[in-house]
């Protein structure tokens, strides 16, 4: 998410004025309370417009985070509280999208924070500038480019316990995107002497006691080193170690930035040694030896030394030897040999020494310049980044402090130019009327150092060129005659008398008045310092070394190039090279961190006025905000103006529709500010006065106020109103709802009902499916086990004649079978013949054959019968119908009957048609004549018999006389009623007539015959056949009998056999008639 761009002032939740160009008044105690304010509030950075002042917080603050970082990118310079960022970000972006060169000048005294400064200031701009891989390789070796260089070039001081000792100046290129490209660093002034000797409480340069602490006991023997301290001359004791400095840490650092920055191993190597031999030259020690001339000579005490310093280094031992003892003085094709004293010999070997060292500093400068050199010719954008010491007033002032503060007063100068120039740019293309600045311009002072004639490093030069004997006391006295009006340089021996009894200005001293104040300058030292001088004999030597770099360090030494003439002296090194700087600085843009040192104890929290005073005045602070301030002090474009300030007119509140120029003009007009208290310029408008400025803030705040609380209102009346809006919505979502949810239930429950339904529905249909399923599948399953079982049973029935369980059944079967066999063909041959009435049948043979034996004899019967009925014709088939009709009636009733089977039923026994006596007895019977006998007639009245004929015609009972056969009755069948007759063997029977019939008239026949049984047989049949009636046949031993109009009982009784077998009918009374059978 973008952050949301808020805009803001540096006005906002000021602590006393972000900008001492507000100041009210503005004076010196005024300046140091606004610092002290801010300071005590944590807040180290204020602006004197766009330069910034920085004091040392001396402890880490919370301030250059990421997050910080982020905040003050594109931002604009007023925007937000002061900070180093602010600047950074506004040179980064104006060289960046303008096109500008920018240098950043970071001036202060030692201490002051500038090293720190300007890493901040690298460290903001390697942060917001372009990212990649090939950009994040470069950013990390101009970075790394510090360590080597601070391990090198800082040492340990009483102000600071990391102060730079030497000038930097670091041009970082970019590309047009502003991608860094890569950068150029300029050393100025290495403070060699510190090689050799440190003021108390001071350090060499660290990389010594880095070397000593940090490297492993194997490097330490290859460089021919002891880790104690102590062990080396050159190294003060005091404060050998520093608190919170962990410097074998910091050694490892410094190998690890080296090889980033792309130093070889060889290369690390060599510079070990120079280091190692530097450290060990101090341990030369020289004694004096008289010698026969009478001149001191000096000997190397213990050689041991300095025979490693060869080894290490690969020079010649007795080369070296040699040129700590003599100095050739080459003149005019003369060489001259004059042996050295001891302290000519200390002399060299410190000379040596510090050249050593301060050469192996330019090249490290230079080798590191070659990694981070920009790698393409495309056209660059440059920020320099300038840390230079600043201003030094020692209690002893030396050459050292004179250059620096000769540097300085050229800053001062560049400053000044740069802002007035600045200012006036700024008027004319704001079409502001330019008035004229009063301000003290330090042009003097520097010319007082640099002029070519009469400049004191002019004058020292000229001195250390001057043959004859030349001290650093001649110097001041040509000093003192040369100077001696100059407005800033003061001297007791001048002959300007101003300063004749002045005792705070001792002889051996000059002083100079600087922009900054008064310093005043030791003389001693001077000239030999200027000199800078290293005997031939020893640059020689060194450049014999069988080393590559320290042949390098020293190429005046190849006697090929021998230069007769003298090397630039220090001063006018210094002076070339600051006017380049000078030059350089001019073609850019230049950006100011003023830093400064709130106290001298490097601690936290303490806020020394009195040196702080002190810096402000050299630093020429106050001139500068004066400078600042000349016009107008305070001046912003129209669109932040407006902005600012809209609220306080009805007419730019809340929104200008014009352009801002034309708004700042009636908001100004409106506020009633005076006119000379303001100006309109191009695109900004600038206040004369900070009061009115604070009075515009003052309005602003009120105003605010009142407009915080209409914006409450508003905003309460807003939220008010949005809740209910809101609740109103949230009602009507809330019932729509509810209402849907009730209806949503409504609707559930109807359908879980229809669902139920459905289911009850579905389940009972299941079920029935289910039944039927199941009642089929039980009739397939049973019709499957019948069918089983059946073919079960088949293949048992098969396979059971495969069983012995079945052997005994099947035995017993045949066995039976072969019996009725045997019975069967045994019956064969016995069988009876075919005569119905053969009683004979075989016997039984076996008894289980019981039943079996009596039906196949009964069959045997009934099929024998069969066979004789068939012979029958239909005649005999007749009479046998008719005897067996007489066996059903008579058998076993009759006594007669058994008499009667043997004899054929004959039917006519008198031949009627025949015989011509029945001729007319035939005539009289048309019929054909079934039965046709001769019967008696019982005479009722006294039981004598009378024979007559019996005829039977199929309709009529005929009886005629025997002799005349004249009928003498006729009666029709069908008035015959009863036939009676006795169950014994007699032959009577009584014929029943019909009562009131035409017969009956005369009563009941009685009557008897031979035939009674075939008689009352055909009678019966003939009967039936005419009558369709059953003829009733009595057979009674007792029966009554219709005489006449009497009933008489015909009884028959068992009789004697007098009469032969004739039975005798005798009348008894009227009522009985007795029949006698015997
Ligand atoms: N902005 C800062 N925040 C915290 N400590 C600082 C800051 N600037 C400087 N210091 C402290 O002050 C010491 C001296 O600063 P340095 O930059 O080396 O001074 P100079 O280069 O001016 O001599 C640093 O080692 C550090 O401890
Ligand atoms: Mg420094």
């Known amino acids: 998410m973008a952050k949301m761009e808020v805009k803001t002032s540096l006005l906002d939740d000021m602590i006393g004025v972000g900008d001492m160009v507000l100041l009210e008044p503005l004076n010196e105690d005024s300046f140091i309370n606004n610092l002290k304010k801010r300071f005590d509030h944590n807040e180290v950075y204020t602006y004197i417009g766009s330069v910034v002042i920085s004091i040392n917080p001396y402890r880490s603050l919370p301030i250059y985070t990421p997050e910080k970082v982020e905040e003050y990118r594109n931002r604009n310079f007023y925007e937000l ?16 999208d303008q096109d500008k060169d920018q240098c950043i000048l970071i001036t202060g005294e030692s201490g002051a924070g500038k090293t720190e400064a300007s890493k901040l200031v690298m460290s903001y701009v390697a942060a917001v500038c372009g990212k990649g891989a090939e950009v994040n390789q470069v950013k990390e ?58 003021p108390r409480g001071e350090r060499n340069f660290h990389i010594f006691y880095q070397i000593l602490s940090g490297a492993s006991e194997e490097f330490l023997c290859k460089l021919k080193l002891e880790r104690d301290f102590s062990r080396y001359n050159y190294l003060g004791l005091d404060s050998a170690k520093v608190n919170g400095v962990d410097d074998a840490a910091n050694f490892r650092t410094v190998r690890n930035a080296m090889q980033i920055v792309g130093f070889m191993d060889d290369e690390t190597q060599s510079v070990f040694e120079v280091v190692a031999a530097v450290l060990k030259l101090g341990n030369i020690e020289f004694k004096p030896e008289s010698r026969a001339n009478g001149l001191d000579e000096s000997k ?15 020079i010649d031992q007795s080369v070296l030897e040699r040129a700590f003892s003599f100095r050739t003085v080459e003149a005019k094709q003369e060489k001259v040999s004059t042996t050295l004293n001891v302290a000519q010999a200390y002399y060299a070997r410190d000379a040596l020494a510090k050249n050593l060292y301060s050469r192996l500093f330019s090249w490290l400068v230079t080798r590191i310049n070659e990694s981070i050199k920009a790698q393409t010719k495309v056209r660059k954008k440059v920020m320099g980044v300038l840390d230079i010491y600043g201003f030094e007033i020692f209690e002893d002032n030396s050459f050292e402090q004179f250059i620096i503060n000769y540097c300085n007063e050229k800053l001062q100068q560049i400053f000044i130019e740069l ?23 330090n042009a003097i002072i520097c010319d007082l150092i640099e002029n070519n004639q009469t400049g004191i490093l ?9 043959p004859g004997t030349v001290t650093d006391d001649t110097f001041l006295e040509k000093l003192n005659q040369v100077c001696a009006t100059h407005q800033h340089f003061e001297s007791r021996m001048s002959k300007c008398s101003r300063f004749l009894n002045d005792t705070s200005l001792p002889h051996s001293c000059f002083r100079i008045q600087h922009y900054a104040g008064k310093v005043m300058y030791q003389v001693e030292g001077f000239v030999d310092k200027n000199n800078d001088l290293l005997y031939r004999d020893l640059s020689q030597a060194m450049w014999k070394a069988n080393h590559s770099l320290i042949k390098a360090l020293f190429p005046e030494g190849n006697p090929a190039k021998i230069n007769l003439k003298r090397p630039p002296t220090a001063g006018s090194q210094f002076k070339a090279s600051v006017a380049t700087l000078m030059k350089n600085l001019q073609t850019k843009n230049p950006n100011y961190i003023r830093c400064i040192k709130p106290n001298d104890k490097k601690a936290a929290h303490i806020f020394n006025e009195a040196l702080v005073c002190h810096q402000i005045r050299y630093l020429g602070l106050l001139e500068n905000v004066r400078v600042r301030r000349a016009g107008y002090a305070f001046r912003q474009a129209y669109e932040p103006c407006l902005e600012r300030y809209k609220m306080l007119c009805t007419q730019t509140w809340p929104h200008w529709r014009g352009p801002a120029r034309a708004g700042v003009e009636v908001l100004f007009d409106e506020l009633g500010i005076p006119e000379e208290e303001f100006s309109f310029g191009r695109s900004k408008i600038f206040i004369r006065n900070p009061r009115t400025l604070f009075k515009l ?10 407009l915080a609380t209409l914006i409450a209102k508003i905003y309460r009346g807003w939220k008010c109103r949005t809740h209910f809006l809101l609740m109103k919505k949230s009602q009507i979502v809330i019932a729509s709802w509810v209402r849907r949810y009730a209806q ?26 289910l039944r039927e399923l199941k009642h089929l599948k039980r009739c397939n399953e049973a019709a499957t086990i019948i069918a089983a079982y059946w073919h079960g049973t088949q293949v048992r029935r098969e396979y059971r004649k495969f069983f012995r369980a079945n052997a005994g059944r099947k035995i017993y079967e045949f066995t039976l079978q072969r019996l009725m066999q045997k019975y069967f063909l045994e019956m064969k041959k016995k069988m009876p013949s075919l005569s119905p009435i053969d009683k004979n049948w075989p016997a039984r043979p076996y008894l289980f054959l019981d039943s079996t034996h009596k039906e196949l004899k009964r069959i045997f019967h ?51 048609s025949e015989n011509p006596k029945y001729k007319k007895l035939k005539d009289a019977v048309d019929e054909k004549i079934i039965i046709a006998e001769v019967v008696n007639k019982i005479n009722r009245a006294n039981g004598k018999a009378t024979s007559r004929i019996f005829l039977l015609t199929k309709n009529n009972v005929l009886l005629a006389d025997q002799k005349s056969g004249t009928i003498k009755s006729e009666v029709p069948l069908g008035d015959v009623t009863k036939v009676s007759m006795s169950s014994q063997n007699d032959g009577f029977f009584a014929v029943h007539l019909k009562e009131g019939s035409e017969a009956a008239s005369k009563g009941d026949f009685l009557l008897s015959s031979d035939h009674l049984i075939e008689m009352a047989t055909k009678l019966y049949r003939t009967t039936l056949s005419q009558t369709k009636q059953k003829l009733n046949i009595e057979i009674s031993d007792e029966f009554l009998v219709q005489f006449k109009q009497d009933k008489v009982c015909v009884k028959f009784i068992q009789g004697s056999q007098k009469n032969g077998n004739i039975p005798t009918c005798k009348r008894k009374n009227n009522r009985l008639l007795e029949v006698a059978v015997p």
Request: glycine fraction near 4%; hydrophobic fraction near 30%.
């Open 458 to 466: 002019a004058m020292l030069d000229e001195e250390c060129l001057r």
């Open 744 to 769: 949503q239930k409504s609707y559930q429950k109807t359908k879980s009902s229809a669902i139920i339904v459905q289911s009850y529905i579905r389940g009972w249909k299941a079920r029935k499916l």
């Open 697 to 706: 803030e003052d309005l602003r705040k009120q105003r605010l106020e009142d």
């Open 862 to 912: 009934l099929w024998r019968c069969k066979k004789y009925r068939d012979q029958f014709t239909d005649q005999q088939k007749l009479i046998y119908e008719e005897k067996l009709e007489a066996s059903e009636l008579f058998k076993d009733k009759k006594a007669l009957y058994p008499a009667s089977v043997g004899q054929p039923f004959q039917g006519a026994y008198l031949e009627i």
């Open 141 to 198: 070796q101009l970075l790394q480019s510090n360590p080597v260089l601070e391990a090198f070039g800082n040492a340990k001081t009483v102000r600071n316990d990391n102060s730079s000792r030497f000038g930097k100046y670091m041009d970082i290129e970019f590309d047009f995107k502003g991608d860094p490209l890569g950068g150029v660093i300029s050393n100025y002034l290495l403070e060699k002497s510190r090689v050799v000797k440190q």
């Open 419 to 441: 802002t007035l120039k600045e200012e006036q740019e700024e008027y004319i293309r704001e079409g502001i009327e330019w008035t004229n600045i009063e301000y003290f311009n």
């Open 81 to 96: 509280s002061p900070h180093i960022f602010a600047l950074s970000d506004e040179a980064y972006r104006s060289l960046r």
């Open 300 to 314: 190397i005490k213990d050689k041991n030394e300095l025979k490693e310093i060869c080894e290490l280094t690969g």
